[in-house]
């Protein structure tokens, strides 16, 4: 057994235990918890802001933002990005001051207080700049241009999502609630009956006073729903041209509609829309980067996650 005891054993034996240190082994890391109560916390802060009731996915969704709020905080701090950070020391060294009411104390001296007080792990101000930061530095990691090949490709894949809508032009006939009242229904029925054959700038003419024109030209869905509401823009969308349909109702009363025309929807050309490409697939891109960090912080911290809601979402 003379040879567990030489020199050169020893060095390699111990060379081994340093480079495993350094480059193997990570002591375990502290589970991330979401406790029953936290989730109650952040259900009760949702309908303090938004006046409505969680449902169960809003409370996966309150909970995962939660979740990688931690993880990117916890990553911040481990990378020491809070470490002459400007934004996070001034913020602190104001903080100090509000608390110590010391307005002429060094800066330096309030900072080192502040981290003594563990201000710069616990105040929400300096954990909201940590974790945007993080997800800033984790979504421009590696970044690069992309190929003109991988705009072409990623155009062709999403083409309809830049399609110009259609747009229609067409005639309408207003009968006003405010005029006819209860009669508003007859009346338009009455109208509608004697519009055939008529010219529709001339029928336009037999109508009450509305704040949009007679003759509207070229306007896409959204912007007819926008000027007279859901009902007549999803009539207006079926209706064959030509012909005079109606009473359709808006906000403010009737209207008979005679589509005069429609321009089909198109795909525009690629040099058209290069710029947006562009910045859609990269915003994809850090998306995808920002994504991978978060499943890989994932694996390192334990989750002990009390949402049944949350568990259900992401095993799904």
């Known amino acids: 057994m003379r040879w567990i005891r030489a020199p050169l054993l020893h060095f390699v034996a111990g060379g081994a235990a340093v480079f495993w240190l350094a480059h193997g082994f990570r002591p375990p890391s502290a589970p991330l918890v979401v406790s029953t109560g936290d989730v109650q916390r952040l259900l009760l802060d949702y309908t303090r802001e938004t006046g409505l009731q969680a449902t169960t996915a809003d409370e996966a969704a309150l909970v995962e933002k939660a979740v990688e709020e931690e993880l990117l905080f916890r990553e911040a701090l481990a990378r020491g990005l809070d470490r002459n950070d400007r934004s996070v020391r001034n913020w602190l060294v104001e903080q100090m001051r509000v608390l110590s009411d010391e307005d002429s104390a060094d800066p330096d001296r309030l900072y080192a207080r502040a981290r003594m007080l563990g201000l710069d792990r616990s105040d929400v101000v300096v954990r909201r700049i940590l974790v945007q930061k993080m997800r800033l530095l984790a979504a421009r990691v590696d970044e690069r241009p992309p190929s003109d090949a991988e705009l072409e490709g990623f155009y062709a894949a999403h083409r309809d ?115 947006r490409v562009v910045e859609r697939w990269q915003d994809e891109a850090r998306a995808r980067r920002v994504g991978a960090l978060l499943r890989d912080l994932e694996r390192r911290y334990p989750l002990q996650v009390e949402s049944a809601a949350w568990r259900q979402r992401s095993t799904s």
């Open 161 to 275: 999502e830049y399609r110009v809508p259609g747009r229609v032009s067409f005639w309408h006939v207003f009968v006003a609630s405010a005029v006819h009242g209860a009669r508003t229904a007859a009346d338009a029925d009455a109208l509608l009956a004697r519009l055939g054959g008529i010219a529709p700038a001339e029928a336009a003419a037999r109508g009450d006073t509305f704040s949009v024109g007679p003759h509207v030209v070229a306007q896409s869905p959204r912007q007819v729903e926008k000027l007279f509401g859901a009902a007549l823009a999803t009539t207006v969308e079926g209706a064959e041209t030509g012909t005079w349909v109606g009473p359709v109702p808006s906000p403010y009363g009737l209207h008979l509609v005679w589509v005069e025309a429609r321009e089909p929807g198109a795909s525009p050309p690629f040099a058209a829309v290069r710029q």
